[in-house]
């Protein structure tokens, strides 16, 4: 390990009980597979504001801004060592404002669809965000912890961080 490291950020919006998801295709990292609702690389100005990088793909991807939507929160940290580089990945989860028109919304960087809660297992997504999505559904919408997950071959195993 020669300490390349990869730090990415998506956001997965939701209107009740439904999450918009992307189709990525073409990338050069994430191809023909579900994402959040966008999401991407770092620019080097914003590595101490994943904040700032996930709003400014949002914005790129989708033409949605932060006024568009309510209750933006950073709620997963996920760690995968691949291909030779330390894959962060950090996860913000928000609401879809009502007066947003979902017809509307379209991505630069693939199709989005809705999915209900109970059809996301049989989505073909990368490993971190397979399991981090499932944990939310299972666990963390129903909470307001930030949990930190480490990547292995079955999984992740997530743990809730804990300011002290």
Known sequence: MDGKLRNMASIYLRQKNR???????GSRVIADSYTGTAGGHFEPEELNDAKACVLRELQEE???TEQ?????????????LKNGEVRQNYYFFAE???????KDIVSNE?????????ELETLEMPHSAKYMLRHYV???QYTDCLYGGVAVE???????????
Not at 68 to 80: A, D, F, H, Q, S
Not at 96 to 101: G, I, N, P, Q
Not at 154 to 164: H, P, Q, R, S, T
């Open 154 to 164: 079955d999984g992740v195993e997530f743990i809730e961080l804990k300011e002290f």
């Open 110 to 118: 693939g199709q989005l669809f809705w999915f209900e809660e109970e």
């Open 62 to 64: 989708t033409g949605l």
């Open 138 to 140: 299972q666990t963390g």
């Open 19 to 25: 999450f918009l998801l992307l189709y990525r295709t």
């Open 68 to 80: 568009e939507i309510r209750g933006l929160k950073l709620r997963y940290i996920t760690l995968r």
């Open 96 to 102: 879809l404002e009502e007066h947003v028109k979902t």
